[in-house]
């Protein structure tokens, strides 16, 4: 897996103040992406252990409210794996932190993902330039979805967050 950037202080890309990961890797390649630097997956810097550690210095921080995977697409073929493995880590590590996930799949596309058990909010669908709405609430378009993935998995359909 690689990154472009970790984020420590962010207010734009989940609620509260955030870490966000910005992931490379991404075959949606949306008109108007605002971060098309991130679509090649062999771009950025491998995600090793030192970056690991930068992560979770920030995420010890107790005025940060949890992690924002972004990118790029965090469900990128390419890193699934190691994505689904760090949730679980932050997770267990971080059980007061919440996991956010931006993904330009629609949540019927990954849903059977079994770790994606451990992200809060999933923000899904591609962008879609015509549908951009700077007033919308964690989103770039009318066409993607914020959704509440506890509730989302207990009811078996999706659960928006209000």
């Not at 930068?54 to 005025?63: C, H, K, M, N, V």
Request: with cysteine; aromatic share 12%.
């Amino acid at each position: 897996m690689r990154y472009h950037n970790i984020t420590k202080d962010d207010m734009l890309n989940g609620e509260g103040l955030r870490t966000v990961l910005w992931l490379a890797g991404c075959n949606h390649r949306c008109q108007g992406c605002h971060n098309p630097i991130t679509w090649d997956e062999k771009g950025g810097l491998p995600f090793d252990e030192e970056a690991k550690e930068e992560l979770f210095s920030y995420l010890e921080r107790p005025y940060i409210s949890g992690i924002t995977f972004s990118g790029g697409d965090p469900l990128f073929p390419a890193n699934r794996r190691e994505v689904g493995e760090l949730m679980r880590e932050i997770k267990e590590r971080f059980p007061n932190k919440n996991i956010w996930l931006y993904t330009g799949y629609d949540w019927e596309e990954v849903c059977e993902l079994p770790y994606l058990k451990f992200a809060d909010v999933v923000v899904d669908g591609k962008f879609v330039e015509a549908k951009k709405d700077a007033k919308l609430h964690w989103k770039g378009s009318s066409n993607q979805r914020v959704i509440d993935v506890k509730k989302t998995l207990e009811t078996g359909r999706v659960v928006l967050c209000k």
